[in-house]
């Protein structure tokens, strides 16, 4: 069974910085591209950034290019999303996601992340 | 950035049918494929349609997608109180190389 776990949300003061962790297993994660896509509380869901299966091509939102930052690690079957500059906007629900031709078909639960002062 | 056209809501009477647009462009739906999710208040999005028309095992068939030009739609024949949901497209923008998703529709049954 796919799962994919996400981890280290949190309050955190405007300016600050955040690293969340997607834990994946029951499939094999260095075959499969990968997302962060977040969700404000209420609102849309939003792409974030997705990184390719060897951790080459990256891409990112225009909303958050320059401040954020995703990697990945294939031998820990992980996905990272290193947030910094953080601002009240922020605040959402994050996600990942397996990516299949583009596509996303497994997310996990989500974490939350809270950007006040 | 790229964003999908959707209409914020949709309702109809249990057993009747619906239907969602989404609309893109040229290097989004245009290019790509399209998918589709269900989302409950307060859980993650499920996928109910991938590669414009095929659905994951488990989903019913009650639910179909098809694809044309820059705009693709999902349909709910046999609408079912537990159908209340949003519901949102997504596709990949070749030109911006940036994910995107639709606004969301949220669909009422009467």
């Known amino acids: 069974e796919v799962q994919l776990v996400e981890s280290g949300g949190a309050l955190i003061q405007p300016g600050g910085s955040l690293r969340l962790s997607c834990a994946a297993s029951g499939f094999t994660f260095s075959s499969y591209e990968m997302h962060w896509v977040r969700q404000a509380p209420g609102k849309g869901l939003e792409w974030v950034s997705h990184i390719s299966t060897d951790g080459g091509p990256r891409y990112y939102a225009d909303s958050v290019t320059g401040r954020f930052t995703i990697s990945r690690d294939n031998a820990k079957n992980s996905v990272y999303l290193q947030m910094n500059s953080l601002r009240a906007e922020d605040t959402a629900f994050y996600y990942c996601?397996?990516?299949?031709?583009?596509?996303?078909?497994?997310w996990g639960q989500g974490t939350l992340v809270t950007v006040s002062s | 950035q790229s964003v999908l056209t959707q209409p914020p809501s949709v309702s109809a009477a249990p057993g009747q049918k619906v239907s969602i647009s989404c609309s893109g462009s040229?290097?989004?739906?245009?290019?790509?494929?399209v998918s589709w999710y269900q989302q409950f208040p307060g859980t993650a999005p499920k996928l109910l349609i991938y590669d414009n028309n095929r659905r994951p095992s488990g989903i019913p068939d009650r639910f179909s997608g098809s694809k044309s030009g820059t705009s693709a739609t999902l349909g709910i024949t046999g609408l079912q109180a537990g159908d209340e949901a949003d519901y949102y497209c997504?596709?990949?923008?070749?030109?911006?190389?940036?994910?995107?998703f639709g606004t969301g529709t949220k669909v009422t049954v009467l």
């Open positions: 997504g596709t990949w923008d070749s030109s911006l190389s940036v994910g995107v």
């Open positions: 040229s290097s989004s739906i245009g290019s790509n494929y």
């Open positions: 996601a397996r990516v299949q031709r583009g596509q996303p078909d497994h």
